[in-house]
């Protein structure tokens, strides 16, 4: 079996939240996408979450699809035979994805591509439940993925990499490669060094979560936003950029980092963790205050 390497035919496997943001999205930039869950349930709550999905696209861009270009489908294999890219959003578990790799690649076209949504897996880790590991890349989005253009990509065929890597453009994505594989990949690396830190203020008792965040947010995320940890340092180092920066200010950074502390998730760690975001949510649920969130 095969399929055009200019398909615009999109497999989405797995109906959960990321399934579903995944599936919106890919029909929103006028891919023809079709759906998969081993569960009836969760398709019919997909079907039902995506036209709010689309509308929020809607607000950014102009839609080139909607749900008219997806399609339900009741067998993997339907939903697997001639797409270009399988978009893979299974639970975190290796026996049940290596099985479910399997499957899928019975049924794929020879030279398309499986892509993982795994957040804490590995490349390593999946590739044994397929005949031709070559198949396989992960692409881990960050959540939710219709909105956040993210997408952290590994593989061992740069072919296939390519090939992906221009299928997540067309989707209006930055995807960004990873030169060797690594468990969290770089971003959530990233956030969790941060948290790590910002827990252990807690525990220490050196600032109370609503400051931790007020201090992140009003700080040093308004720079990440448009230039990164390394661009920002680089920016900091005034006329001689990087190199200014190292020479005069690297032994006060690795003062700092050492002593950067390694927390400890207690129960009175996890009391205080909880009670500082209740405080700082002020009382709204969840469903709301993320809503609120999200439109800041």
Known sequence: ??????????????????GTAWTALFAHHGFRVRLWDP???????????????????????????????????DRLHDAVAGAALIQENAPEDIPLKHALLAEIEEAMAVEAIIASSTSALTWSELAPGLRDPARLITAHPFNPPHLIPLVELFGADDARLDRA?????????????????????????LASALWREAVFMVQEGIADVEAIDAALVNGPGLRWSVLGAHMAYHLGGGAQGMAGYLAHLGPSQERRWAALGAPVLSPEVCAALIEGVETAAGGAALPSWSRTAMRR
Do not use: F, S
């Open 39 to 73: 569960h009836a349930a969760a398709l019919d709550k997909a079907v039902g979450q995506i036209p709010g999905l689309l509308a929020q696209l809607a607000q950014i861009a102009e839609a080139k699809g909607g749900a008219e270009w997806i399609t339900r489908c």
């Open 165 to 189: 890597e221009a299928i997540y453009r067309a989707a209006d994505r930055m995807p960004v490669r990873l030169r060797k594989d690594a468990t969290g990949h770089i971003a959530n690396r």
């Open 1 to 18: 079996m095969t399929a055009d390497a200019n398909t615009r035919d999109i497999a989405i496997i797995g109906a959960g939240l990321i």
